[in-house]
């Protein structure tokens, strides 16, 4: 029977330092421990000894792999790194993807001829019936072969405060009856010009990497296979629900479609496993990442109920189960492959510094798509509206800006950082705010908004019952149709944690009005997603009070009076502008004051008078409103109840007279 002993090593049998980092240090330490340890088996330490060769060469290594030691430290954090490909792949775990180029953006006014049509009563408007509508994506360019791409459908058929078309006689007939309008309108442009890719795809391979061969993409149009399905771009591959705009029309929203003017879309959600992820390489080349799946689910449009947010990839009978994550990686939670088909992808690209232009620059039509189509007409009018086609003509009436190339390494820093102490939750009022003024516009426009907590719904509602003032001498409004304040759609009382939004948009003649049933339905899937689990979030209309001005000056001798008059209008029609008034802001009288005396040929303001105006008045609110009581020391204060103070007719409720 053998046995064995085992030996130990003690690392203190000889003093080792560690903190040598470079060439010099690594040397020096060397020949000091050959002197201390090896005293009498080496003693030449000159240079040209042989011995110290591989004193220099070990010296050498330690040297190579101190550097590369802390250059792996140094190259994995943010502050610090600084090739490319690592600064890219860490602004990707801060949640941040690099922007090969920037777009220019720009507004884009367009015209077309419109047949003159007699309204019945001697009357010539534009005949409607031959109103284009222009599909998003049509392309323009400039003399300098940059291309632009419209943002949103632009619809000659509509106008309003929103979407202003402006109509004007471009020709007579013989008998001096408008032969022809001239209609314009403005759309949002960007930089950039649409390609196709093509790649075929075989046997499935997970998280397959579909690379585009520009450099400069700006974004995806739109993925579709041979079969014809679609594939949707998510923040990221477990990202189950899509959100997608339906055409809000009859087939689709039919209880909705009477708002169609102000909200096209309504906004839904999409549970498909047909998804994909874009990411960015250091060479500034976009590639798409598809899912590892292979069995995927069938795309159907997601309801929300509130029960169900934070449930996750569970079902409500499958909470209790535990799940391996590893199991993901066949399954559809992070989507399916694609195989055995050809992909087809459209993509923009352009952007960058050449991308920025001057006004009147944007003036060629490289493609133009149109709704409209020549079914159903007779020829005379088919060749009418392709007469009406052929007249487009387009110019941007102000410079494109924002083009930029593609980001530096430093940039990618900043921005990484940025993004990653910012949030995609809504958690304070001002979260919310901004969410509810984010909402894309095609889905409708949120005009004026307020956000406050539930804490206190009980006291508001009973200071709008009673109508009383408080003991600031701030009174509260007093609404006629009290049974109306909160919408049943959207308001739940019983929830501590919801959140008020109090919401008003604009009608087609910019005045304040209540949202319709449209945009309420849209802000509420929209804010479901931001939203923390615990909240609730209540959409209420907001109160207007309307208000009418009179105020009385005194003018300079030498000065017309009725321009003077007219300028101090305009003044206070200035300081009015509903464009600047938000909720709870307060009237400062002395500021309005200084306004009107700064105009040309005013030498005081005497008095200034506000007054309320209701449905007593005219084609006003209902809401009441004690301004004498709300007004202390030259200030009229806002109610405690969320509420915006509107001149709702500036040209006649806003009154001057010269003393």
């Known amino acids: 029977m053998s046995s064995t002993t085992q030996k130990t090593f003690n690392p203190y049998s000889k003093e080792i330092r560690y903190v040598n980092r470079d060439y010099n240090q690594l040397k020096e330490a060397l020949v000091n421990f050959s002197k201390t340890y090896f005293p009498n088996t080496y003693k030449d330490f000159s240079s040209a000894a042989p011995g110290m060769m591989f004193i220099d060469m070990a010296a050498y290594v330690g040297d190579v792999l101190s550097y590369y030691t802390d250059y792996a430290f140094k190259e994995g954090l943010m502050q610090s790194a600084t090739e490319r490909k690592n600064i890219i792949s860490l602004s990707k775990y801060l949640g941040y993807t690099t922007k090969p180029a920037r ?259 944007v003036k060629t039509i490289v493609s133009m798509n149109f709704e409209n189509t020549s079914e159903g007409l007779t020829p005379e009018q088919a060749t009418l509206l392709q007469t009406v086609k052929t007249s487009m003509a387009v110019s941007n009436p102000y410079p494109c800006t924002g083009g930029k190339d593609a980001e530096t390494s430093d940039e990618i820093k900043l921005n990484a950082m940025a993004n990653f102490g910012a949030q995609t939750r809504a958690v304070t009022q001002n979260d919310y705010l901004v969410r509810i003024y984010s909402l894309p516009a095609r889905y409708g426009s949120i005009a004026k908004a307020q956000v406050i907590t539930n804490s206190s719904l009980d006291v508001e509602l009973n200071r709008v019952l009673v109508g009383t003032v408080n003991s600031n001498n701030v009174a509260t409004v007093v609404d006629n149709n009290v049974n109306n304040y909160f919408r049943n759609i959207a308001y739940d009382i019983t929830n501590p944690f919801s959140i008020n939004a109090y919401i008003l948009s604009y009608d087609e003649n910019k005045n304040l009005v209540k949202p319709n049933a449209a945009l309420v339905t849209n802000l509420i899937t929209y804010l479901k997603q931001f939203r923390m689990i615990t909240d609730g979030i209540n959409i209420i209309d907001g109160y207007v009070i309307n208000i009418g001005v009179e105020f009385i000056i005194t003018v300079y001798k030498g000065y017309n009076k009725k321009d003077v008059i007219y300028n101090a209008i305009t003044a206070a029609q200035n300081f009015f502008n509903i464009d600047y008034w938000n909720f709870s802001q307060p009237i400062n009288v002395n500021q309005l004051q200084l306004e009107i005396a700064k105009v040309e040929g005013v030498q005081s303001v005497v008095e200034i008078k506000i007054t309320n105006k209701t449905t007593v008045d005219g084609n006003y609110s209902s809401i009441e409103y004690d301004i004498a009581a709300a007004t202390k020391n030259n200030i009229i204060y806002p109610p405690i109840d969320p509420a915006i103070f509107e001149v709702k007719y500036p040209s006649g409720d806003i009154k001057c007279s010269v003393l």
């Open 103 to 361: 777009a220019a953006i720009g507004t884009l006014d367009i015209y077309q001829l419109c047949p003159a049509i007699d309204d019945g009563g001697g009357n010539y408007i534009p005949d409607m019936d031959y109103a284009l509508m222009i599909k998003e994506n049509s392309q323009f360019s400039n003399n300098r072969g940059a291309y632009y791409i419209l943002n949103q459908n632009v619809d000659f058929s509509i106008s309003s405060s929103l979407s202003t078309r402006t109509d004007t006689i471009y020709s007579r007939n013989t008998d001096g009856t408008p032969q022809f309008f001239l209609l314009k309108k403005s759309g949002k442009i960007s930089s950039g010009q649409i390609l196709t890719k093509q790649y075929v795809v075989s046997d499935p391979t997970q998280f397959l990497k579909v690379y585009l061969d520009e450099d400069n993409v700006l974004g995806i149009v739109d993925v579709v296979d041979a079969d014809n399905n679609k594939w949707y771009e998510v923040d990221y591959l477990a990202q189950e629900l899509v959100p997608i705009g339906v055409p809000n029309d009859v087939s689709h929203e039919g209880s909705l479609v009477d708002y169609r003017d102000s909200v096209p879309y309504i906004l839904n959600y999409l549970r498909t496993s047909r998804r994909f992820i874009i990411n960015v390489d250091e060479n500034n080349l976009t590639y798409l990442e598809f899912g590892a799946g292979i069995d995927g689910i069938d795309d159907e449009i997601v309801t929300f109920d509130p029960n169900l947010v934070g449930i996750g990839l569970a079902k409500m009978n499958e909470v209790n189960i535990p799940l391996d994550p590893s199991n993901f990686l066949r399954k559809e939670s992070y989507g399916i492959a694609p195989a055995n088909t050809t992909l087809t992808i459209r993509y923009f690209v352009g952007g960058g510094l050449e991308s920025n232009c001057s006004a009147e620059d």
